[in-house]
């Protein structure tokens, strides 16, 4: 019998797919096994290269079948599709899974830890419960709205709501409305106390952690951006420099360039939504404070000068990115490109 090498799994909730294969890339077996035939299959397994798809559940095989012996790579779903030579089942997915890991060229997903996975899901309770909330008081103001009553924008002003709805003497208020939207009131006052002990946790815990106390002395990133980037980016020595990891979060020009010409569109958008999307907040804060702060460094004025709103709170997180890989690659704290330079020549 063959020596098996390589092994494509394609993974489901209850039936898995392998794809075994030699040393020159020969079909070794491709059979369906049972989840709880799984992990005895890889048991009785020599030592081989294992690929999988990176998805929610691909982490926690990774590291039960890595405990066997076998190394473990994570492929990313859109670089695997290329191998597929015809149709959709699970033996073609197997099959052009153990192709793609074996490519010399291959970029693959750093494995998560037990400790990141715990993280990130606070983080994504958390925004789950944001959402819940923001759904439930948009559906407040609209129902109010109806009847001609309208506050201003903004979370801060939703306390103007809650207070009509429990003012039993308000009759601009029936009986029956304010029944009902007592229910949603009750709603976001529960969501908004569960939103505050999670934020509570993940603040204490950036305390803790050093490299988050780290990340959180650069402007615009706080504790929820500092825990974000512990959480989903696993290995950021794995990026070549600052530059790959603003590109991988989507945060570089869009190439379409052809024939020799250059052409470069919007952002990419590629990456991690959470993660850009916090880089973005983060820096639109910090542009919003530098337009009345006569110290904001000279490059952020210059670009504040020569650039629109967005398009410059987009390049600041670009540089935010980076100086996030340098700190967690390098160490150190941040520190204003003026102090650095008067250091540099003192």
Known sequence: MKHVTTIGLDLAKQIFQVHGADADGAPVFNRRLRRTEVLRFFERQPPCLVGIEACGSSHYWAREIAAYGHEVRLIPPAYVKPFVKRGKTDAADAEAISEAVVRKTMRFVPVKSVE???AAMVLKARGLLVRQQTQAINALRAHLSEIGIVVGAGIAKVADLLEIIRDESDARLSKAVRFALSAIADQIEALARQIGRLEREIVAEAKRDED???????????AITAASIKALVPDPAGFKSGRHFASWLGLTPKSHSSGGKERLGKISKMGNTQLRSLLVLGATSVLRHARHNTNASKWLTAIMARRPYKVAAVAL????????????????????MEAAIGAASA
């Open 116 to 118: 990141q996975q715990t």
């Open 212 to 222: 988050m106390r780290r990340l959180t002395t650069i402007p615009g990133v706080g």
């Open 317 to 336: 997180a670009n540089k935010m990115a980076r100086i996030i890989w340098a700190l967690l690659t390098k160490g150190g704290t941040y520190r204003k």
